[in-house]
């Protein structure tokens, strides 16, 4: 997965509610209805990344089934980079498109 | 990412890691609870677990390698792996740090000769402007020769591209102190000479304006003018003042008269050449001979100025001045040459083939290492494989493979240098007369050319374990310990081509030394047309203040002759101005022609000119081809006789005898006269067995006496032994004349080739070395494939196969290596045949018999390194092997 993309994934996840690794793993999949799956080694180091770049805080807690683990929360200069981000993602997917069926040809 | 952050990851590198690895497990954990909850078991629930998430070792290292300091951390712990690697061989770690450091060590001796000697500008300022100047004379078939003294002003005057010239003399002087006599080295240098080289003296001054006016000399080359000053060399300083600050203005005693010491030159100074020991003003008076040819000369190009323009402008004042004096000056014009070129001869050849040997003997080493890393590798396999079932990457195990080797070389590096620097203090000892030996250090250029050397050797002999290594497939090996027929032919393709190219390089580098051998060879068995052995040279140099008249030094010599006569064994005893091979003496050429050839005709040409006594030509053994010797009937107020060798003989008379006809000499200030010729002699080699037989013409000595005599001694005995008679016989005769030196007319002949010598012995070591190495190479693939083959055979004993087939069988893959290589190294030989050409002697570079000599030696050598492994192959038994399997 392309890195703009998967950082934009990881944001997106987190604009709700801070979650654990597992959590946004879990809520990517989900909200993408099965097709975007982000493997363990992809996941861990976009989150360091993320985190070293503040767009991310991280902090120990404990989770539902009473568990320690690492919740990340969306720092204020994190919700502007998903909101820049996705405005730039969507433009970009109007451009992709407008190429791809400049030709008239009917939508599948 | 703000810089204290850095720091915070820095020093808690561990506790981030600790915290990723708990967040991973914890993220495991989840997964698995909930494949749990989906319904699997437990078991089954953590087994797909980890399927999905991958190598979880893996997953962790991504996440720290985005931390600061991760990429340290590795390294270190990589390279401490690879130590660790290295010391559970510690034989073979042992012998391939040996290997390499002898060889990094070698190379960087002979590159801090080549830097020295060939690449680094002479140790004066701005040498790139100093230039040699010699006199030449087409039309008199002079290619080359001193100047003379008498045109140097008109020179400097007449080239504005010349910055200054001055002129140089070099001879023997007695120098006497209270605890001895000895006759030094000592060049008579006009005005401009320090101020030209630039360099100034390590204590006291140079000559003043009127000690160079003042400085006047005596024909005979001895010092008349009045409060004589004297230059020491730094070597002379040290070893007669003992370095004393107070030694300028002290006296010391040259030829019997008081010198002042008035400065001492600093370490390094040596101009003319190495061997000069004291330094004296002469002067250049506007009336000094304009035919003279015996200076030295040297000049400083203003800056900007070529060295063509130069000689073009130094020409065109020849050419005036033929025309002003053609008496002396017809027919003459000059040559310039960088006073480096002079100064380093045609060494660079040499040191370049033997920089290029040494390098190929480093290949050789750096193939040896990478052939005992491969067969360690093949040992570790299983290693491997398992290291890249668990994720390491491609990138991870070629780094782990280079850093081995790159770890060897290293130590090799390291064991190089100190090889360096003990071959670089071990070299005047090793090394026959190179120019700027002194120079030869381990400076900054040579530090840098061992790292480039080390680095280079590591990637050479890391990258086909690394290579091979990344290419070991992970499904193969993961049966642990299996010894499944997995000969991959890839594998022996590698390991194969390495041991080819070491036969091929052992193979060019013996031809090389097999073509220096013979070279060496013919060199000491050319006819040089005297008899070297059993005679000892004593250069003499009488001084015109003791023996002012020609009648004194021949009374001198007389009694000094009969004195040798008289020491038992010795069977001959003469005297010439000059010798054969000995560099001391006054050695020029006269115009000649038979009495009555016209003016410019051919028959006009110049001889070498030398005095005689008639002893000469017995104690050098040479042959008297018709006429007479000169003898004790030939007396000063005799008839004029001289003689004449056959070359010269041929030239002027061929066809005709030389005997009986008339030669006319030109001999300048001593006057043009007919000389009878009484005897032809046969030819020498006068400057060793490269030179060719040029002609000479002989006077009897008691006619034209000379103070400077090269004293010949034949004996039946050792000439080394007869020496402190020699010794003795001199100090009687006159206690303040020793001679300049004794010297065994072998040994001197041996110098003129000693680097030839020098070059085959170099070249013989590193051919040994590598073709020892060649077939270790041999040997060891041979043994591997035995190895690994031993099921095979085994199953084919058991099934009843012919022990000869199985030699052959492995001899015949040990045959194919050596072939290959040999043809390979052939064509290499080939290729290289040019490099050596320049050093050789009286062989082709592409001569049948070193060629053959040497491939029959290596395959000689390489059919041994079959022989072991093969009766291995046959000594395998069925049994235990198919037990194993």
Request: some cysteine; aromatic content about 6%; overall charge positive.
């Amino acid at each position: 997965m392309a890195v703009e993309k998967l950082d934009l994934v990881i944001l997106k996840a987190l604009a709700l509610a801070p979650l654990h690794g597992y959590g946004i793993g879990q809520r990517v999949e989900q909200m993408s209805g099965g097709v975007i799956r982000i493997t363990l080694g992809a996941l861990y180091p976009a989150l360091q990344r993320l985190q070293r770049a503040g767009l991310l805080r991280a902090s120990w807690s404990v989770s539902d089934n009473n568990r320690r683990a690492r919740y990340y929360t969306l720092t204020p200069s994190g919700r502007r980079r998903l909101v820049t981000a996705q405005a730039a993602w969507e433009r970009n997917v109007a451009a992709m498109s407008r190429v791809l069926y400049a030709d008239g040809e009917p939508r599948p | 990412m703000g810089f204290w952050r850095r720091i915070v990851e820095l020093v808690s590198g561990r506790r981030l890691d600790r915290e990723a690895a708990e967040e991973l497990a914890a993220h495991f954990e989840m997964l698995v609870e909930k494949k749990v909850a989906a319904g699997l078991d437990e078991r089954e629930g953590r087994r797909q677990a980890r399927i999905e998430v991958g190598s979880p070792g893996l997953a962790r290292e991504e996440v720290a390698r985005g931390r600061t300091g991760f990429v340290i951390e590795q390294a270190a712990r990589e390279v401490g792996y690879a130590a660790r690697v290295l010391r559970r061989s510690p034989g073979l770690t042992a012998l391939s740090v040996t290997t390499m450091g002898v060889g990094i060590g070698a190379s960087a001796v002979l590159f801090a000769l080549v830097s020295a000697i060939v690449l680094r500008p002479l140790p004066y300022p701005d040498a790139d402007r100093l230039v040699r100047i010699f006199d030449t004379n087409r039309q008199a078939g002079v290619d080359r020769s001193g100047v003379a003294r008498g045109n140097l002003i008109d020179w400097r005057e007449g080239a504005p591209a010349i910055e200054a010239i001055a002129g140089f003399y070099a001879m023997g002087r007695t120098f006497s102190t209270e605890v001895g006599v000895e006759v030094l080295i000592t060049a008579q240098v006009t005005a401009e000479f320090f101020s030209l080289m630039n360099v100034q003296p390590a204590l006291g001054r140079t000559f003043t304006d009127a000690e160079w006016r003042a400085a006047r000399f005596s024909n005979a080359a001895a010092p008349i003018g009045p409060d004589p000053v004297v230059i020491l060399s730094h070597a002379i300083w040290r070893q007669h003042f003992g370095g004393a600050q107070d030694a300028v203005g002290r006296t010391i005693t040259l030829e019997r008269r008081p010198f002042k010491v008035v400065g001492v030159m600093p370490d390094g100074f040596a101009m003319p050449d190495a061997g000069v020991a004291l330094w004296i003003p002469w002067d250049l008076p506007a009336d000094a001979p304009r035919d003279q040819h015996y200076l030295g000369a040297v000049a400083r190009l203003k800056p900007g100025s070529g060295l063509e323009e130069a000689e073009a402008q130094v020409n065109r004042v020849a050419a005036d001045l033929a025309r002003a004096h053609p008496e002396t000056n017809a027919g003459w014009g000059v040559r310039l040459s960088p006073l480096r070129t002079e100064t380093v001869g045609d060494i660079g050849t040499m040191l370049w083939v033997l920089f290029g040997a040494v390098g190929l003997g480093l290949f050789v080493a750096c193939a040896n290492v990478a052939l005992l890393s491969l067969m360690r590798s093949l040992d570790r396999t299983d290693e491997t494989t398992v290291r890249m079932a668990l994720g390491a990457s491609f990138m991870r195990l070629l780094s782990a493979s280079l850093l081995e080797s790159a770890l060897l070389a290293v130590m090799g590096g390291a064991l190089g240098v100190a090889i360096a620097a003990a071959g670089v203090r071990a070299l005047p000892a090793l090394t026959a007369a190179l120019p700027r030996l002194d120079e030869v250090v381990i400076d900054g250029r040579v530090l840098w050319f061992i790292v480039a050397v080390t680095a280079a050797a590591a990637v050479l002999s890391g990258l086909p374990h690394a290579w091979r290594r990344t290419r070991a497939a992970p499904a193969a090996g993961v049966v642990l310990g299996s010894r499944g027929a997995t000969d991959s032919g890839r594998r022996h393709r590698l390991r194969d081509a390495i041991v080819v190219s070491q036969v091929a390089t052992a193979l060019v580098l013996l031809a090389g030394s097999a073509l220096l051998t013979r070279s060496v060879l013919e060199l000491r068995g050319t006819d040089s047309g005297y008899e070297p052995t059993g005679v000892l040279v004593a250069p003499v140099f009488l001084d015109s203040q003791t023996y002012r008249s020609g009648d004194e030094s021949r009374a001198y010599y007389t009694r000094l002759f009969a004195r040798l006569a008289a020491i038992p064994g010795v069977t001959a005893v003469g005297g010439a101005t000059t010798v054969p091979t000995s560099p001391l003496g006054p050695d020029f050429e006269r115009p000649v022609w038979p009495d009555g050839a016209a003016e410019g005709s051919s028959l006009r040409m110049p001889a070498s000119v030398r005095m005689v006594t008639p002893g000469y030509f017995p104690a050098l053994g040479v042959r008297v081809a018709d006429g007479r010797a000169f003898d004790d009937s030939d007396t000063p107020d005799g008839a004029r006789v001289i003689m004449v060798n056959e070359t010269l003989a041929l030239r002027l008379w061929p066809g005709r005898r030389a005997v009986g006809q008339r030669l006319v000499v030109d001999y300048s200030t001593a006057g043009t006269y007919p000389y009878d010729v009484v005897g032809v002699v046969g030819d020498t080699r006068f400057k060793g067995p490269r030179s060719d037989p040029q002609p000479e013409i002989f006077f009897p000595h008691a006619q034209r006496p000379y103070l400077i005599l090269n004293v010949l001694v034949r004996s039946e005995r050792d000439p080394r032994a007869l020496m402190p008679v020699v010794r003795d016989a001199l100090r009687e005769v006159d206690s303040q004349k020793p001679a300049q030196g004794l010297y065994a007319l072998e040994d001197l002949l041996g110098s003129t080739y000693a680097r030839d010598r020098q070059a085959m012995v170099t070249l013989a070591v590193f051919a040994g070395t590598a073709i020892f190495l060649a077939v270790l190479g041999v040997y060891g693939a041979l043994s591997q494939r035995v190895r690994e083959r031993a099921r095979e055979i085994g199953i084919r004993v058991a099934m009843g196969a012919d022990t000869r087939r199985l030699v052959g069988w492995v001899a015949w893959a040990g045959l194919r290596l050596v072939g290959l290589g040999v043809v390979a190294g052939l064509v290499t030989s080939w290729l290289l045949a040019g490099t050596i050409e320049g050093l050789l002697f009286g062989v082709a570079a592409t001569d049948a018999w070193a060629i053959a000599g040497s491939v029959l030696l290596v395959a000689i050598v390489g059919l041994v390194a079959t022989l072991v492994p093969s009766w291995r192959a046959t000594r395998i038994d069925p049994v235990v092997v198919l037990r194993r399997g």
